[in-house]
């Protein structure tokens, strides 16, 4: 079973509706015992960076323990930013820090939110972009990650800067833009996810 954790924001049917379209069912959960024992978990996320905070606060310790299981985990647009240490968006308010970094504003005299279709830049193998090439994503966002490795970019997109459009590391993959809304080329990744289980 894949779950997607329900912690009161973010885009729950539209990811659900996703893997629906790649013939897998997901659970839309808050359930602490089925978050558990999923074979992959997913964060989604739209809003702002604290409110998701503090929506996650009895999740916190799950999320950890549930990654160091070695189960695939995926992030998807704020679930991304919500691994990180800290954001702009919401000083002093920490992030899950399960990757070492910040998230930052877009810079002042770019369109806000970045809200579009974007090409990636593959820069590091990760599974869940098997196949994928310097195809065009969907985002909308206004912050960006910028991890302290750097190793865990697995691609880029250029939006006046070079952004982070994906990280992945061993069993988490985590995406700014939206995979449930890139075509084709989004429900391939769904489909290597699915894979890793």
Not at 105 to 117: A, C, F, N, T, Y
Not at 128 to 139: A, R, S
Not at 151 to 162: F, K, L, Q, R, V
Request: aromatic residues 10%; negative net charge.
């Amino acid at each position: 079973m894949i779950a997607i954790i329900d912690y009161g924001t973010g885009n729950l049917k539209s990811i659900r509706n996703g893997f629906l379209k790649v013939g897998v069912d997901v659970e839309i959960t808050k359930d602490p015992y089925k978050i558990e024992k999923a074979d992959a978990l997913i964060l989604p996320g739209v809003g702002a960076f604290g409110r998701a905070m503090k929506h996650l606060e009895d999740y916190k310790v799950l999320i950890h323990d549930y990654i160091n299981t070695g189960k695939p985990f995926l992030g998807v647009c704020l679930g991304l930013q919500l691994l990180f240490t800290k954001s702009q968006e919401d000083e002093g308010i920490r992030g899950l820090d399960v990757f070492r970094g910040e998230v930052l504003r877009l810079p002042e005299g770019l369109k806000i939110p970045h809200m579009g279709w974007n090409d990636l830049k593959i820069v590091n193998e990760c599974p869940v972009l098997n196949g994928i090439g310097n195809d065009y994503v969907y985002f909308v966002h206004s912050y960006y990650v910028k991890p302290e490795d750097e190793s865990i970019i697995a691609a880029t997109t250029n939006y006046g800067i070079d952004v982070t459009a994906a990280v992945c590391k061993d069993n988490i993959f985590a995406t700014q833009f939206h995979p449930e809304k890139s075509g084709e080329v989004g429900l391939k990744m769904l489909k290597n996810f699915v894979k890793e289980i």
